[in-house]
């Protein structure tokens, strides 16, 4: 398995992103990347939040590494020509390390706040589709025309290329059943969820017969799972993780349960076998249940648990 840390962009600072950022690739971690959003999603919408793409660049530049990508960007902020443009200069300047992320978008409120149209879950889905087919047209044709309902693009040029051919590996986020697995079956090279082994089991299911109807074998995609971590031999500590997460997510407790990855490293140890078990070659940890120094529990997490799933990166 891979390891990486997802990196919240909200109530933090460009000073602790790049520590926590270097920290990570010091440590052995094969991948940082970092949320997508404006504002926070709080009743008086009130803090400092880190835009996702220069914030990344930066990264890109100052952490010369690992991996470094977007969990997700949401694909309702920009227009998909624009993304195609920054995430090939990210990659360039990463030296080919880009992982790119994208998913429907979902925050309401922002959307609103910003006079960004929001539309319905299922034109935020069709948009998503075409987005992928635009991009991926721009990152790989000289000069790219895509004709959809939503977007357009005209013989439109996107240079330099990104330095990975055909283009940086391609992660779709989100679990839904119907129609984003279907995306994520059809143009994904990378799924991404939240979820522990019984959701990802469930879904990975769901992901093949959505490639086996597209005619893909479901091998070439890597599956990796979001889990709130916390090492610990304090039940009532993996009972308070649990209720925050379920606090913040709105998730039912069966699903916290199987979600959070909590206990002793024996027992987070066993969730990530059957994690394995069920498909899933990657881990993001996110930094919104972390301490606000993580890198002590970071550090345990890699001395004591990583090293009997590590293998060699795939790509």
């Known amino acids: 398995m891979r390891f990486g840390i997802f990196l919240s962009l909200t109530f933090t600072t460009w000073e602790d992103v790049l520590r926590l950022a270097r920290h990570a690739e010091a440590t052995g971690w094969d991948a940082v990347a970092v949320t997508d959003h404006f504002m926070p999603n709080t009743p008086d919408r009130l803090g400092d939040v880190l835009e996702c793409w220069t914030t990344l660049a930066a990264l890109a530049a100052l952490v010369p590494r690992i991996q470094v990508g977007t969990i997700v960007v949401g694909n309702t902020y920009r227009h998909p020509a624009v993304v195609a443009k920054m995430g090939a200069t990210v990659d360039v300047i990463a030296g080919g390390r880009l992982l790119f992320g994208l998913g429907a978008g979902w925050q309401q409120n922002e959307h609103e706040a910003y006079g960004i149209p929001f539309g319905t879950v299922a034109e935020r889905l069709a948009r998503l589709d ?13 000069k790219a025309t895509v004709v959809g309902r939503y977007y357009r693009v005209t013989d439109a040029p996107c240079l330099p290329k990104p330095v990975q051919h055909p283009y940086p590996e391609f992660m779709i986020g989100g679990g839904g059943e119907r129609v984003t697995l279907r995306i994520a079956a059809e143009h ?27 005619g893909r074998d479901p091998r070439t995609i890597r599956r990796s799972a979001n889990m709130p971590l916390a090492l610990t031999d304090d039940r009532a500590e993996v009972e308070r993780l649990a209720a925050a997460v379920s606090r913040r997510m709105g998730y039912p407790p069966d699903l916290v349960e199987d979600l959070v990855l909590a206990g002793s490293v024996a027992a987070v140890q066993d969730k990530l076998a059957r994690l394995r078990e069920a498909g899933v070659d990657m881990l993001w940890v996110p930094t919104i249940f972390l301490p606000k120094d993580p890198r002590a529990l970071l550090d345990r997490f890699m001395a004591e ?3 009997a799933f590590r293998e060699p990166a795939r790509r």
Do not use: Q
């Open 130 to 142: 075409e987005a992928c087919r635009v991009i991926k047209a721009l990152w790989t044709e000289t």
């Open 305 to 307: 648990v990583a090293p």
């Open 188 to 214: 994904a090279d990378h799924w991404n969820t939240w979820g522990g082994p019984r959701t990802l089991a469930h879904k990975g299911r769901v992901l093949e017969e959505h490639c086996a109807r597209l």
